[in-house]
């Protein structure tokens, strides 16, 4: 068997151009994963639905297609969602942000430490109100709860000018047998 040396300088161009074209394949696939982890990173701030980010309270959200849900929330988050100081050893049980068309709608239960309760209970009632006797809670299907309050404004008939800014709002508390306060809000934008 002969060799021609043709063969040999074709098998070897052949050869280099087959490196030439991986090597380009390999470099776009390497630039475009590089774009993409970039962009998908940014997607979730810029607001395309079903990418997730980190909000400025340190919440994990995704977006949707008509804004994003949060959940779970951080104790930062709850507190600019409730508009209200809870306590720092406050924990969070459930909670979950959703902000459709820009609109507030939070459902948080979190449990306050026994040392907190008296102190929680009198700034509750200062901020929310009286209990009203007859008003629902989830707290209900809870066993071995005492002392449940629930203060709304659900139901209450308003303004026009005061549906423009009045939030709907449910606080239910109640204490544990272990003697902690456990909070429960629903906030919704009215």
Known sequence: MVNHPNLDEQTRAKRYRNLKVATGVI?????????????????????????????DNGSQCRNNVTGYTCSPMTLRDIKAATEFDLPDESVVRSSLLTMPNHEVQAQIQLTAQQAEAFD????????????????ASPLNS???????????NMGVTVTEAEKATT????????????GNVLVDFDIRNR
């Open 142 to 152: 809870i066993p071995d709860l005492t002392d449940l309050c629930v203060r709304t």
């Open 27 to 55: 470099g776009i696939g390497v630039i475009v994963l590089f774009l993409w982890l970039i962009l998908s990173g940014l997607a979730g701030r810029w607001g395309v639905p079903g990418f997730a980010f980190t909000n």
């Open 167 to 178: 939030k709907l709002w449910r606080v239910s508390v109640a204490n544990t047998p272990e």
């Open 120 to 135: 929680l209970h009198h700034r509750l009632q200062q901020a929310y109100g009286d209990c009203s006797p007859l008003a």
